[in-house]
């Protein structure tokens, strides 16, 4: 089989689109929560989240571009650039019909819908934009990102919610594996910071609605009740490992295995047993040919909801047994990104491994006994070989990747 490894990088989150900074200051213990500035509360009970401010749109499109493109798709485009850029690909040397793109998104273009609905509402249908189609569609941003960079290959998106970034990185892993691409565009968009997104989420409970931000994200905390929404994206430059080595890339880690289950068990709840997220993690374990004592870190789901953090406390600890691994939740730094989650989560798994640093859960204060993990609270220096990437999603996807410190051979 053909050895799979990442040669670039990029990101857009609520903390920064500096992939380096970024991880610098999660491993500050930086809070990128704070209230919602995007729109009127007057009505709403969550007042908090993790917004995208920093980014100034008119560096990287045109007038055209930000007015016919989702939020959503913006952050991806914008991510996938930087990720290029990173791996300093020369896309004009390499055969285009053997690039592809896996761009996914839990929910897609809400703003571009909510912004439709109310234009023809008040102004009528026949002031519906003709771009409002392609604008929600959850498979654009995959096919405006092949167009940015003229990747021929395969394009596509894998929707399945919360896991969908790591689903897609998974996915163009397997795709080079089994020799159908070379190399991919893989990673996850989401911008769903809306009215009508935080609505929804509100009004089925699963959102925090504290106006405390050190008590507002608190994965693994016997005071959780709730995740706080953010936004961005990820994305990652996968390459088959002589292809890399062919171009003189430089390589930052290396794809070894990837699991995928479904619970077959409820609409939004996880399996109360965990039995999903176990048999990911073990496929995972299993396609890399590692024991568990081989994953020095895991990155995981945390999302602070009562039954998230719960169930897969049960999980790990089924798989990993009497084995300690050292656990984390980024999303106590940069809320919930939905779908795109776990794509920027493993690229923070990248990091640690590059930088020997394990990123900590902030804001954590009186750990749950039924979450009985080793839960980083203060960075931890750990000189880690493998690390693991969880992410489980609404209609029972359980997702795990397992990615590998790079040494030069």
Known sequence: MRRVVITGMGLVTPLGHDV?????????????????????????????AAQVNDLIMEDFFSARELKFNDRYTQFARIASKIAIQHSHLNIDVINKDRFGVIMSTGIGGIGSFERAMENMITKGVSRVSPFFIPMTLVNLAAGIVAIDHQAMGECSCVVTGCAAGTSSIGEAFHR???GQQDLMIAGASEASITPLGVGGFMAM????????????????????????MGEGAGALIVEELEHALNRNAEIYAEIVGYGSACDAYHMTAPSEDGAGIVKAMNIALEEAKISCENIGYINAHGTSTPLNDK????????????????????KSHIGHLLGACGAVETIFCIKSLLTGWLPPTIHLVNQDPQCDLDVITVKRNSDIHYAMCNNLGFGGHNVSLIVKKWIHE
Do not use: M, W
């Open 20 to 48: 380096d900074q970024v991880y610098d200051r999660i491993l500050q213990g930086d809070c990128a929560i704070h209230p919602i500035t995007s729109f009127d509360l007057s009505d709403y009970k969550v007042k908090l």
């Open 311 to 330: 169930t897969e406390s049960i999980a790990i600890n089924q798989v990993f047994q009497s084995y300690r691994v050292p656990v984390s939740s980024t």
């Open 205 to 228: 409970r699963a959102l925090n609605e504290s106006s405390d931000i050190q008590r507002a994200s608190i994965p693994f905390d016997v005071d959780r009740s709730g995740f706080v």
């Open 176 to 178: 080079i594996k089994y």
